[in-house]
């Protein structure tokens, strides 16, 4: 019989074969979700980009004893902000800054402006 957290392993080894990828982590702002994403960071798993209130996170970053050292943190003043731009960044990442750039100007009449000057899709349009 396999042991409990055997095929877990196996996916963890055959993950850190690959290259980490560049993760976005929207408002890490709870010691979970902050320590989940340094320690996968740690684990070669993932390459993370926390994106969320600086001070807030570094706050309790030193309050757990989280090492945030060559962890790039982005900016952003409350959860919606973090999400939108979380996401934009992988977006933009993904599909490429200038794609992007084209995509949203070519929609303009289904995008609207978030409040940090960031474009979202409007729920419901047809963005191609």
């Known amino acids: ?3 409990a957290h055997e ?13 980490p990828t560049p993760t976005a ?3 890490p702002c709870d010691e979970s979700s902050l320590r989940g994403a340094v320690e996968a960071g740690q684990l070669g798993l ?3 980009i926390l994106v969320g209130p600086r001070v807030r996170i570094e706050a309790l970053a030193k309050q757990y004893g989280i090492d945030l050292a060559n962890i790039p943190i ?5 959860s919606e902000a973090s999400a939108a731009k979380a996401t934009a960044a992988m977006m933009a990442r993904l599909i490429g800054v200038s794609v992007l750039d084209q995509l949203i ?3 303009r009449s289904s995008v609207r402006n978030t409040p940090l000057g960031l474009a979202a899709p409007i729920v419901g349009s047809s963005v191609q």
């Open 1 to 3: 019989m396999e042991r």
């Open 7 to 19: 095929k877990y392993e196996r996916l963890l080894e055959f993950c850190r074969s690959l290259p």
């Open 25 to 27: 982590v929207a408002h």
């Open 46 to 48: 993932i390459a993370p």
């Open 74 to 78: 982005v900016d952003a003043p409350y």
């Open 105 to 107: 100007r070519s929609n």
